[in-house]
C-alpha cells in the first residue's frame, strides 16, 4: 500500500485480511483509505460494517450497513449484515425484516435463513423458526450451524429425540463442534441419559477448556445428581473462565451460601451495577444477589432484588395473564367433547401404567415423585413434557376432538414412556401443570393414577415469585399479581376436575405428608395399588436425577416448617397474600 497509496484494491484486500486475523483497528483504517479514494462503494462500508460490529461498536456498524444499503439498495449482504448488528441490540422485529429482505434479493441464500430462523426462535415462534432452519438445510445440505440452530429450536419445542438428531447431524458434519456438544449434553440430561450428557459436556470441554457454558451446564448436570461439590467446583471454574457470566453466579447461590466477604457476591454487585449489564444478565444477577442476602438474613433487600429480577423475567418473557385466564376458559369449555369420547379400559392394551403428579409448581410435586419413585416397581421419569406436547391441542380445542385422536395422543405418549420405564410397570410423571389436562388424561389413560398435591397457597406462591423457572412457558409467576390469578385460576379448574373425576384423583396435603410422614405415605402407596415397600419412607436416599428447583431440599429427610418460609417476607408484601390466608 505505500508503493500504491491510491490503489483502492490493496486497502480492501488489506481490510479483508486484516479482519481475519482479528486485527480489527488495523481492518478499520484499511477501509477508511479505501472509502477515501472512493467514497461510494457499498462493499467496503458492508465490510468495515462487519468489523465494527466484531469490536462492539454497534451503533457505527449500524451507520456503516445503513450508507452501504443506501448506495446498493439490492445489495442483499448488506441487508443481512444490518439483520446481524439489529439483533445484537435487541431489535429483533426490525433484525427479522432486514434478513426478510435479505432472503427476498437472494432466494437462495442459506446463511440468510439460518439468520432469519434464530431470530424467530428468539421471538418464541418456534415453528416458523423450524421450517427457516429446514429451508437453510435444504439450500446448503451440510450446513452444520443450521442443523445445530435447529436441534435448540427442536428441544425448545419438546421434540427431543428430534432435537438429538440435529445436535448429533452437526457433530458429524462438524467434529470440533464445541457448542453442539455442550447443547446435545443438556438435551441428553433432560432425557435423564446422565451418563451421556456428562460425556458430552466432558466432550465439550476437551475441545475448549475455556468454554465456560460448558463448565456450567456440567454443573447443573451435577447438582441435579446431588454431587454438589463437584457441582460447585464446576460453576466456579465457569466463572473464572467468564467473570461476568451472571447465570452461573446464579446457579451458585443456589447451592452455596455466599457471605459479604466472598469474591462471588462482590463481583455480582459490580456486574449489578454496571450499566453495560444486559437485561437478561441483570435478572439473573437479582436472583443470584437476592439468594445471597437471604443467606445473610436481609429480607428486605433479598425482596428487592426480587422484585427487580422478576419485573425483568416477565418483560423479557413478554407474558401476560390473560394469555393463561384464555386457555383454561378453552380447557373448560372443551372438556365435554373429550369426555364424549374418553377410552374405555376393555379395549386398550396396557402395558406401563402412568402415574401423573400435579398441582402449581413448587408444590412438593418432587418430594412425592421420590417417595414413589423408591418403591422398587416405579420408575421416576421427571417432568416430562409430552402430555402437553401432544394433547394441548386437544385439551384447549385447538386441534379436533374425537376418539381417533384421543387414541393417537395415547400411542404417542406411551411410545415415549416406553423408552424411558427401564422395564418396569409403574412410571411417575411429575409435570406439576399437567393438571390443566386432568381430563384429557382421565380419557385417554383410563388406567393412570393421578395424584393432586395440594400446599399452603401463600408459601407456593411465594416459592413461585421467588424461583428463576429455566422453562420460558410458566410466565405468570414473575408478578404478585400474576401469581395470584393464576394460583385462582389452578383453584378454580381443580375443583373443577374433582366435582367431575373425583374418584379418579388422589388429594394428597403436602404440610400433612411432612408432619404423618409414615401414615400418608402408606395411604399413598395403597391408592397406587402397589404393595407397600418401607423404601418409601426414605425418599432422600433416592438416587434418581432431580432437574427440579427442589434438587437440594428431596436430599435431605422429610421435614416440617418448609412452608412457614414466605413469612419472613411478609412484611414487604403489603398485605398482598392476604386473600390466600382466607382461601
Known sequence: TKQYPETFILWNILGASAAQIGLLDVSIHAYKQALSINPNSAEVYSNMGVALRNMGKLDEALKAHMKSIFLKPNYFLAQNNLGNVLKDQGKLQEALEAYDKAVLLKPDYADGFNNKGVVLKDKGMLLNALEAFKKSILLK??????????????????????????????????PNYFEAYSNLGVMLQQLGRLDEAEASYTQAIKLKPDYAEAHSNLGVMLQESGRLDEAEA????AISLKPDFAEAYRHLTSIKKINVESEQYSRMLELYLDQNTSEEQRCHINFGLAKACEDLEDFGQAFSYYSEGNLLRKKLLNYHINQDVELFRQIKSNYNQIDQNSLEPRDLTMHTTPIFIVGM??????????IISSHSKVTGAGELTFIAQFGAGIASGVSKVNTKAIVNFRNKYLAKLENISNGKMFITDKMPQNFRYIGLICAAFPEAKIIHVRRDPAAVCWANYKQFFVSKNIGYCYAINDILIYHKLYENLIEFWKKLLSKKIFNLDYELLTVNQESETRKLIQFLGLDWDDKCLSPQNNKKSVATASNIQVRKKVYQGSSEQWKKYEPFLNGAFDSLLLS
Do not use: D, F, H, W
Request: charged content about 20%; overall charge negative.
Open 141 to 174: 445440505p451440510n450446513y452444520a450451524e443450521a442443523y445445530y440452530n435447529m436441534g435448540i429450536t427442536l428441544q425448545q419445542l419438546g421434540r427431543l429425540e428430534e432435537a438429538e438428531a440435529g445436535y448429533t447431524k452437526a457433530i458429524a458434519l462438524r
Open 234 to 237: 464446576s460453576y466456579t471454574q
Open 361 to 370: 409448581p413448587r408444590s412438593g410435586t418432587t418430594l412425592v415423585e421420590q
